[in-house]
């Protein structure tokens, strides 16, 4: 990640490699490292840093320019993010589908416009599972930073030359609103705070505040710098470590890690220390000198592996993580020698208006390529008709047979259900579904499948349905499960509560106490086990499954953990007094797969959901499977 130019000290250097290979090993998928993504808040501090030292020097000097400041910006930024983002449309066009080109297509613009953190932010949060196969998404952090870039010269040029008594506490007071509202967002809007700005201001305003002197000189004592650079190690170290994506982010839990950053920077501005010389130490220096180009090339790399584009090998086993990772090292070298280089030292001989025409010519290159993919709903002519066609029946999804933003809360909708979805039926049972997305998707299916139950739905995006707080992203969201639980105290009117999730087993013990106290007032319940999750879009894994004549394709790239959570869940759920149904027995897990002598392709419309046909498929296995459950007269399903 780029930061501003200024005398060079090795030990930052070595600071932006602290920063890059968490991030680099949690993309990869390396689980001992949990929190590795607050590399990117670390290196918010050190581009504020360096980029407010830069600019300071330039105004007192009384050489402030906007127009030096940034060329210099474009010349480090804009000429290996270009490489990136053609060598990425490229790669793109050879496996994407029609839908996922145009999509991309969307994030390619976004990122050439300095906005893609308001573009991810629209779509989904960092951490959902559908973001995880965009190629672009690293480029929101950029795009926070290039909106500092904008607006920090100015803030910093005009308070000085107009409020100067005030600047200091201007741009403190500028800090701690900016990290108050993280610290309320986190919990209440956690996507928006994650990518906005102002949101992330704090994090590089923490650094310009280093540079602008807010911390006085520290005490020449040796000591005294050793043990600030210890601490600040320590922070980092333990944020990595220590800190899930589950948690509320970026918030007060940005703290630690930005500043341990500070301290780090702080204890090496007036001399040596020994965390300094290790960070300064060669082979680390230059990581932190390749650092902008590895960000940049190791997730690409790391979701074209996913997605079957660059190795064919599957899910990814430790030694395919362990070249992705030499993978983004070449990539990175080639394009610091070879882009990074030579635009910055201007070996090019680029004038300031030849860079501003390249810069231009290139931006524009970058718009075509988009604006074509769009144009043409995502080249579908890369693909045969017969490809097409079963792509667009897994596709197949309709927008309200989840009830979205009704019975299906998500991401910042509020936690107000419609009436509709708890209404009783006064001659039909009543049965709850409860839960997060995968709880939605069955709604239709189940509603279309049993003529004699009347399916509510209490469902909201990333909740699950436990009493604790514990595993719930909002306050919100936790909010709709606890109340939705309390209201069946003393409500007879609901004959039967189906509990569904995406379940991992560190909400077993948290099933357990709701399943307990459910038990103890009388209430049935069902739990539905985990469904088949993969690790890129079905869609795409059965054309390449077609393509390449492999028809364990699927399966490779299938979560494998889930068979072993789903044996761990029945005998749980059943030692509660609850039903248990496993939905991974009705999985096809290849393409195609025979079912009772039929040809059959899985239903589904991204990594973990059903489409609206999958549903009522699902629906009528389970009637088929388990005649106790939703004992009711069902519905002839012909195209079953």
Partial sequence: MPSGQSVLRADIQGLRAVAVLPVLAFHVGFTIVPGGFVGVDIFFVISGFLITQLLQRDIEAGRFSLWGFYERRIRRIAPALVAMLLVTFAVAMYFDLPEELADLAKSLLAAAGSVSNFYFWTKSGYFDGGSASNPLLHTWSLAVEEQFYIGWPLYLYLVQRYLKSRFLLLTIALTVVSLAASAWGAFKHPTATFYLPFTRLWELSAGGLLA????????????????????????????????????????????????????????????????????????????????????????????????DALLITGRSSGMIKLVIVAASFAAAIVSYAFIEQPFRNRRLGASRPTLMRWAAASLAVVACVASAALATDGLPGRFAPAELAMVAHLKTFEDDSWRPNRCFLYDEHGDQLAPECMQTDPVRKNYLLLGDSHAAQFWSGFSATFAGVNFLQASASNCFPTLTHAFNESPECAD????????????????????????????????????????????????????????????????????????????????????????????LVERHGAAYISLLEFECTQAPCMRDGETEWPEVFDQEHFNTAGALRMAARIRSRYPQFAQAQPVTQTDH
């Fill in 212 to 307: 602008l002197g807010a911390i006085p000189a520290v005490m020449s004592s040796r000591g005294v710098r050793e043990l600030m650079g210890a601490l600040g190690v320590a922070l980092i170290v333990g944020s990595v470590f220590l800190i899930r994506s589950s948690m509320p982010f970026p918030g007060l839990l940005a703290v630690p890690p930005c500043l341990g950053a500070a301290l780090v920077i702080l204890a090496g501005r007036d001399g040596n220390t020994l965390v300094g010389k290790v960070l300064a130490f060669g082979p680390i220096a230059f990581v932190g000198a390749i650092s902008y180009s590895l960000y940049l090339w190791h997730w690409p790399l790391t979701v074209f592996q996913r997605s």
């Fill in 480 to 571: 709709v499960m606890v109340r939705t639980l309390r209201d069946l105290e003393g409500n007879r009117r609901i004959d039967e509560v189906i509990l569904l999730a995406r379940w991992k087993e560190s909400m077993l013990p948290a099933l357990e106490e709701t399943l307990e106290w459910l038990r103890l007032r009388a209430i049935r319940v069902t739990v539905l086990g985990p469904s088949a999750i993969y690790d890129a879009p079905v869609p795409r894994l059965v054309l390449f499954s077609m393509r390449k004549s492999d028809p364990k394709l699927l399966t490779r790239h299938m979560d494998a953990s889930v068979f072993t959570l789903d044996g761990v869940m029945k005998p």
